[in-house]
């Protein structure tokens, strides 16, 4: 029996089960199915699939064939190459963790085993995402990880905002699919198939051609490479289309923390990082995702550094961090891309859980509203920290090893978009810290600022918990925070750059698959990009502690000296705002006025009530034909009589 | 010798009496004459015609229509009695209950 | 000749009669008429060299059927049938109908063609009389229908009896 096949089919089980059994049978022991199935996939993984895989085989085997039409050909199939392995490896791991930890976070909600069934079927499409070696199944994948996201994420569907969240989601991610969609088409219009290897074999002969759009002449290989990108673009939340992420936070925590921010999120790097192949055809497409994932970067840092509630901060965070990973994509070191997307997983799920672990104690996510937690949540605090420090890029941790490979590729691209993209990124290296040690600073140092009725907004429950009954989170929640910790700081370790010492062995992994940047730069100038990137995020740890340990009051006036800045950085810079302008109610207005009231008031309901109102006023008139009188019915008689003799007369 | 055909028109004349007769009279009693008058003039046709074909299935037929029409007769007019003793008229244009 | 102008007479005279018949107010008056139209027509059937019909006209039309629809003539309350309307109101579309009727048929009478003629001549008629020779026929071939015809019959004699019943008082 091929042991890969159980790697998605584990997952799917277990949301079989628990969907049917979960209510009425298992209740709240729902959590095991779920369990055993991920980490069952979790260990095939590691004693099955990674050996082979580094050991240089690669499995890419049909299961069946899916659809037979014509010359179109789908089959489900698995492709498992070292760029999945990784993504594996990522996937079941966060997977598993998350799950052990979700037993504590979801304990005692009503929708337990709704909660788990959801989660193994979302672990199913991922892994059908990643593991897929054909357009078509990564399509499934993908609109199956989007429908599980709007589930998880209208998890509370009582609440409205959640109910809205999980809406804003999957048609936002619907802008990006519809592009994705049309690429997977004009994939299969040019090769012909939609298997990978004879796509990506056969890539090369897309060179030169040109397809008239419109009395424009585009390019071919641009125009794939842009339109399988906008579905990149939704999927983990670029701009344009990252207005739902920050949105996505209503969902429950560990959905936060595996969802978007390690599996769901990374879909899109991994679609890009897949597509090399096509993407290395056309500079125009790298420039854009490059351009795309700098300005992410940059734009959603800016606006962490000034939210107030723990998890829109952290999702602001994602989104910066996976505008790193497209701007190494876009410069052609998808490597270093996945690379940091591996790292990635690691801090920000911690990030993510140990907040979930905050809130859990203290009922609120307003930091405004916290303070001083160090002494309650100590484990909470320790793993807080590690996260940090590898999030904002400290030497020696998994997160410094990443990035730096991103800023180095980027400053080594020797191209004008290099450059641009290389001072964003610094940019970057300098927020990541302050944003993350000001939401670390603010909740668990200085007096604790709970229980204060004179905010009046806030959340529910902020104001009855003082300082009193705030306790550390039980063991099933702490050991996978410690674990993941264990990750944030040690999993960056087997990418360590020859400049420092190390074999850059994640690189070597993953060349057959993406192949190797041409990159040329002397080792000074490796150690100079390090050294400036490592400087700018101590300075950006300095400042943090600077205005939120020492001058507390100072944040305050200068958000008061510089309000419109502060203004349109604390409104995100009105993007939602414009769309609800532009799109939402424009199309909400031709919804009403036209297709509710003219459609399908007057049309539709005109035919559907049309025909039996005519059939009514026919037959109303018919009836007046029975009149009762037999005399009547004997005049129709003999006029029929006279009818056919008359006929027969005349036809004769 | 009288030709065939005086028999045939005269028993058409006959016919369409009848049938104006049963279109247009009130009285029910006289829509069944009108019926009776119908039935005698097919018996008209059918035993001249027996006459001039020298066949006598025409009379056999006409010995049966004047048994059916007797046993018609005799419950078409009790139903009358029953429809007169319920709504005390005898007129058909006051029986309309299966109207619409 | 003689024969011509005895036609002509029985035809003017059923003609009229019939006509008489259904115009007439007064249903007494009707089936009096009708009573007279009978024996006409029985007498028609003795033209025609069928003794038996005849009698058989006069015996059971206007002895059985007539008298039993004066009987019920006399149950109906005369004295309002004369001061009403004996038309109702779609005596124009009948009549019209039924003159198209009369039109259509006569137009077609023309085109009939006869049946080559049996073995029961005049002559053979005259020989053995009209009943035998019918008496013969009925009872052999045409046995079946007689005996349906009986069964007609009896319906008939119950069918009326049950419709016409007054109800027992429990």
Known sequence: MKLYLLIPFLPLTAFIINILLGKEVLRDKAHWPSILAVVGSFFITITSVLPQITAGKIINEDLYTWIVSGTFNASVGFLIDPLTAVMLIVVTTCASLIHIYAVGYMHGDTGYYRFFAYLSLFTFFMLMLIMANNFLQLYFGWEGVGLCSYFLIGYYFNKKSAADAGKKAFIVNRFGDFGFGIGVFMIFLTFGTLHYVPVFANAATMIGKTVNLLGWNVDLPTLIALLLFCGAVGKSAQIPLHVWLPDAMEGPTPVSALIHAATMVTAGVFLVARCSPIFNLSEFAMNTVAIIGALTMFFAATIAIVQNDIKRIIAYSTCSHLGYMFLACGVGAYAAGIFHLYTHAFFKALLFLAAGSVIHAVHTNDIQEM??????????????????????????????????????????????????????????????????????????????????????????????????????????????????????????????????????????????????????????????VMGLSTTLALIGLGLAAFLYLRKTDLPEKIAKQFSPIYKTLYHKYYVDELYNYTI??????????????????????????????????????????????AQHYGIFMAAGAVFIIALVLLLR | ????????????????????????????????MSIELMLNAVNINLIALSHYIQDLRGQILAFFVIAVAAAEAAIGLAIVIALFRNKATAHVDEVKEMQG | MIQQLFFIYFAFAITGLSLLVVTRKNPVHSVLWMLLLFFHIASLYLFLNAEFMA?????????????????????????????????????????????AL??????????????????????????????????????????????????ILLVAIIGAIVLAKRRLKP
């Open chain 1, 371 to 528: 303070g001083g937690l160090k002494k309650y949540l100590p484990i909470t605090y320790a793993v807080f920290v590690i996260a940090g420090l590898s999030a904002g890029g400290f030497p020696g941790l998994s997160g410094f090893f990443s990035k730096d490979e991103i800023i180095w590729s980027a400053y080594a691209a020797h191209t004008p978009v290099g450059k641009f993209v290389w001072i964003l990124a610094l940019a970057g290296a300098f927020f990541t810290p302050f944003y993350t040690f000001r939401l670390i600073f603010l909740t668990f140092h200085g007096k604790n600022r709970g229980g204060h009725d004179e905010h009046g907004h806030g959340s529910g429950h902020g104001s009855h918990h003082g300082e009193h009954h705030i306790h550390e989170s039980p063991w099933v929640m702490t050991i996978p925070l410690m674990l993941l910790a264990v990750g944030a700081v040690a999993a960056g370790w087997i990418g360590i750059p020859p400049i420092l010492g190390g074999g850059a062995h994640f690189a070597e992994f993953l060349k057959p698959v993406v192949g190797h940047p041409e990159f040329h730069g002397t080792h000074a100038e490796e150690f100079g």
């Open chain 1, 584 to 629: 939402v109610q424009p199309t909400l207005w031709i919804a009403k006025k036209i297709l509710v009231a003219i459609t399908d008031a007057k049309i539709i309901e005109g035919v559907v009530n049309g025909v039996p109102g005519s059939i009514g006023w026919f037959s109303g008139k018919l009836r007046k034909v029975q009149t009762g009188l």
């Open chain 2, 1 to 32: 010798m009288v030709p065939l055909h005086w028999y045939m028109v005269l028993s058409m004349i006959v016919f369409a009496i009848g049938v104006f007769g049963f279109l247009s009279r009130r009285n029910i009693i006289i829509v069944f």
């Open chain 3, 55 to 99: 009698a058989i006209q006069v015996i059971v039309y206007a002895g059985g059927i007539l008298v039993l629809f004066l009987f019920v003539v006399l149950l109906m309350n005369i004295r309002e049938e004369l001061t009403i309307s004996k038309f109702i109101g779609a005596a124009p579309t009948g009549f019209t109908f039924a003159v």
């Open chain 3, 102 to 151: 009369l039109v259509v048929v006569l137009l077609s009478i023309r085109s009939f063609v006869a049946a080559p003629p049996g073995i029961y001549s005049i002559d053979l008629i005259k020989q053995e009389t009209h009943t035998k020779v019918l008496g013969k026929l009925l009872y052999t071939e045409f046995l079946y229908p007689f005996e349906v015809a009986s069964l």
